[in-house]
């Protein structure tokens, strides 16, 4: 066993983040790491390369026990990490890359011609001819990632740990980065690949640990593990089941469609979506992380382009350059990330709320404050916003009173379509069952929700019917009456040909 | 983290943090004050009139700039370009007067033009820096640089460098003219700081301006026209500049494009800083930039006063500006 992780354990200001997980990679073994958002994988990486401390728990790697206390000391011993966003100095040239902060040396000076002759050997081992005096900005993605890997290797690296490495790739750039890690696994070397999806997974990978809630939840060869049992074990189940407040789609069919997508496209991220949503319906969009639900929401609402395909607003095409020509036709965006893209933190209650109102709130631009406080007031108390005032600076708020501010944002514009992109995330269980059924309130008075979720029970409690996405292709859309957590499995590990 | 844990923590804050709060939300008035009463004990001849108006006009061209640096800085920009816009406004105007645009039929009427032209080319000018943050993408402090550099140049070469020196009593009274005792620049200060502060209270513009500086992101999924708030914000502290720039002139009763507005830029940052506007964006306190301007004159004032030379006012001045800086980090601090 190259690396043993046992018993790891974390919290960040008391909340938990990893609760006894544990990693075994064996030596030329690849492990894939998965896990939802939220699941640990991240910190359990940080806590080996010294990144974070853990609170308990035993590293031993190459046969010793160790404890880095910086990613520079687990560096010096064997290990890299590649990163999403690779970490390579853009601007510097592929051997200056390759060779950063370890360049050959005569007489104290840096070997130029050195450094150059041993990046092309290395990169040759990996079938890469390239100009290596060029800075690393000029090339694509992958060859980025091919610079990152080499300089691992000249690092001798005996475990390379790749954060998403496909996430931006095409497919012929993922085949060579594949061969470039099964090139590693050759040479003895070790790979942790973090990664959402299914069919790469099982290409390349020898093994798999899956994490969920913190934990190691289990672990196998990967010729072993079925899709279904991965798609099961990554989401499992969560303790508290919510009251059942869906509506068979079926009782809706005749209800006039407020949105349907056709075909859209956009990137490599978004490759064919088509979903409706009906008035007063809640339709669930599902799928995987990676999975493309996020980026078609963004599509939808005109914070990205569309490319391909059609997207139907009342029946009429649309296609929005900006949020405002959407949140001018009546559609709401409740984002995924709140703190990036929802709150303005510094901002209060108050202004936070009616951000999206402002203009309409305002005669000749001056804002109308008696309306304004009438309405935050009216909305503070319909979702039940606890805070000691509307002047509170909205970061001082929970997780789950900030998602509510953030539904009254739209809420008081009156939208005809709201999307709702992981509206429970980061909130706890009471909070969840409230935000749900305050959707299905909106639903029943005729509101159309599109809300995308990772979590299954939430889905089955109120969605009205789900469309499942996987790898930016819709697969399956499925009724309220077909609608199960084995069906949900089915169609998330589907395989798309 | 629930409302009630914050009141909790609230109430356990150390002395010390708690000493950096209050000192981030008013040391700059508590600066003032001091300042005030330091001088009532020790400099002579404080108390009168003559001091009160000398200290306002002096501050009163620093704060207009700095009023629109204000609103630049909100929204997480920042407006190198203010003081050679200055020099472009107060070249422009005596041209217009004397007549070297265009042949001046009636005087009134030059002398409205003399007003309104600098200041529309100079907002027009800040409309330039606008596009090139917005529609090019490039950081404000680099696109500002641009005019910072050739503002000067322009205005230099529109005057063909030479000094222009005039005696127009119309024009100049934005100046030298009192209305009830009082400088009309310090009215028009007063008047131009009230409207921003106004501004950025009540109206859908000062909001928008501060949710583009406190999260750019999240404003444009809200629907926040984000390239237009800054379009305008860059307009507004062009134009203020360009009035700025009428002053100078006005009071020196020359227009040397050389010296107008010369390190006004530095000037009005300063201000805003120590008047607690973050420069990070997502804050505009034109009440703080006011009062901030006011302290960096009265210190100058008073070392001036006691006989401190004007470069080792220099020195108190940028002491100041780090101090500000420092309490402001602390107090930010969770």
């Known amino acids: 066993m190259l690396l043993s992780m046992h018993g790891i354990c974390k919290s960040f200001n008391g909340i938990p983040a990893l609760r006894s997980a544990s990693l075994e990679v064996g030596e030329a073994e690849v492990m894939a790491l998965v896990g939802q958002n939220g699941a640990g994988k991240s910190t359990l990486i940080k806590i080996l390369t010294g990144a974070y401390r853990r609170d308990e728990g035993s590293i031993a790697f190459a046969g010793e026990d160790v404890s880095f206390n910086m990613p520079a000391e687990s560096q010096a011993r064997g290990i890299a990490t590649i990163y999403q966003e690779i970490n390579l100095a853009p601007q510097r040239s592929v051997a200056e890359n390759i060779y950063l902060s370890r360049e050959p040396r005569r007489f104290g000076l840096i070997d130029r011609r050195a450094m150059r002759e041993g990046a092309v050997a290395v990169l040759r081992t990996f079938n890469l001819e390239i100009d290596v005096d060029q800075p690393v900005a000029h090339f694509s993605a992958a060859t980025r990632q091919m610079v990152a890997i080499a300089r691992a290797v000249t690092q001798k690296a005996r475990l390379v740990i790749m954060d998403e490495p496909t996430s931006s790739l095409d497919e012929r750039e993922v085949a060579i980065l594949f061969e470039t890690i099964r090139t590693l696994k050759r040479g003895g070397v070790s790979v942790v690949f973090i990664g959402h999806r299914l069919d790469e997974l099982y290409r390349i990978c020898d093994s798999v640990t899956i994490m969920r809630d913190g934990k190691t939840v289990a672990t196998g060869a990967m010729a072993e593990m079925p899709k279904l049992a991965l798609v099961r074990h990554m989401l499992g189940k969560e303790l508290a089941a919510f009251e059942a407040i869906a509506k068979d789609a079926d009782e809706g069919a005749q209800r006039p469609v407020r949105l349907s997508v056709e075909n859209a496209g956009a990137g490599v991220r978004v490759r064919n979506v088509s979903l409706t949503v009906r008035e007063g319906e809640i339709s669930g969009l599902a799928g995987l992380l990676g999975s493309g639900r996020t980026e078609t929401a963004n599509l939808i609402f005109g914070a990205d382009r569309l490319e391909r395909g059609e997207i139907r607003y009342k029946g009429q095409a649309r296609s929005y350059r900006q949020p405002a020509e959407a949140i001018a036709d009546g559609i709401g965006l409740v984002s995924e990330d709140r703190k990036v893209d929802g709150i303005i933190p510094d901002m209060s209650i108050r202004e936070n709320m009616t951000l999206a109102l402002l203009p309409k709130l305002a005669r000749s631009g001056i804002v109308d404050r008696a309306r304004q406080d009438e309405i935050v007031a009216s909305y503070i108390a319909a979702l039940g916003i606890k805070c000691t005032s509307p002047d509170q600076p909205i970061k001082e708020l929970s997780g789950g009173n900030q998602q509510k501010v953030l539904l009254g944002r739209w809420l008081c514009t009156d939208p005809k379509l709201l999307i709702v992109d992981e509206p429970t995330r980061g909130i706890d269980i009471g909070a969840k069952a409230e935000i749900l059924r305050l959707l299905r309130r909106l639903a029943d008075e005729g509101l159309g929700v599109l809300m995308i979720s990772s979590e299954l029970e939430e889905l089955l409690a109120a969605a009205d019917r789900v469309t499942v996405l996987s790898d930016g292709t819709s697969v399956a859309v499925l009724p309220r009456r077909e609608l199960s957590e084995a069906a949900l499995f089915a169609a998330m590990a589907h395989q798309v040909e | ?334």
Do not use: C
């Not at chain 2, 004990?41 to 108390?47: A, E, G, K, R, V």
């Not at chain 2, 907002?123 to 943050?133: E, Q, R, T």
């Not at chain 2, 507004?236 to 227009?255: K, T």
């Open chain 2, 1 to 334: 983290m629930t409302t009630i844990e914050t009141q909790a923590t609230a109430g356990t804050v150390p002395s010390g943090k708690r000493f950096f709060t209050l000192a981030g939300r008013y040391g700059t008035v508590a600066a003032f004050l001091a300042l005030i009463l330091f001088n009532v004990l020790f400099t002579p001849n404080f108390l009168s009139l003559q001091t009160l108006n000398v200290n306002l006009t002096q501050v009163a061209t620093i704060v207009i700039v700095a009023t629109g640096m204000t609103l630049v800085i909100a929204t997480g920009g920042i407006d190198l370009s203010v003081g050679s816009l200055m020099a472009i406004g107060g070249a422009l105007a005596p041209m217009i007067f004397m007549g070297a645009l265009f042949p001046v039929s009636s005087m009134p009427v030059a002398v409205a033009l003399a007003f309104i032209l600098p200041v529309i080319a100079t907002a027009l000018l800040g409309l330039f820096n606008g596009l090139l943050v917005t529609r090019f993408a490039i950081q404000p402090i680099i696109a500002t640089l641009v005019l910072f550099i050739a503002g000067r140049g322009i205005a230099q070469v529109m005057t063909n460098g030479n000094l222009q020196v005039f005696r127009n009593e119309g024009f100049q009274f934005i100046a030298l003219g009192r209305i009830a005792g009082i400088p009309a620049q310090v009215i028009l200060m007063i008047v131009i700081a009230a409207i921003a502060w106004a501004a950025v209270r009540h109206t859908v513009f000062g909001r928008q301006v501060i949710a583009v500086g406190g999260n750019e992101k999240a404003a444009r999924l809200t629907g926040i026209p984000v390239h237009r708030v800054k379009l305008l914000v860059y307009m507004i502290s062009g134009a203020l500049a360009g009035v700025a720039g009428l002053i100078v002139v006005a009071r020196n009763s020359a227009s040397d494009a050389n010296l107008v507005g010369l390190g006004m830029e530095l000037d009005a940052i300063a201000a805003v800083a120590v008047g607690g506007t973050l420069l990070t964006g997502g804050r505009a306190n034109i009440m703080g930039t006011l009062i901030g301007a006011l302290v960096i004159q009265l210190v100058r004032y008073t070392l001036l006063a006691n006989g401190v030379p004007d470069a080792a006012a220099l020195i108190v001045k940028a002491a100041l500006i780090l101090l500000a800086v420092f309490i402001q980090q602390r107090a930010g601090k969770p």
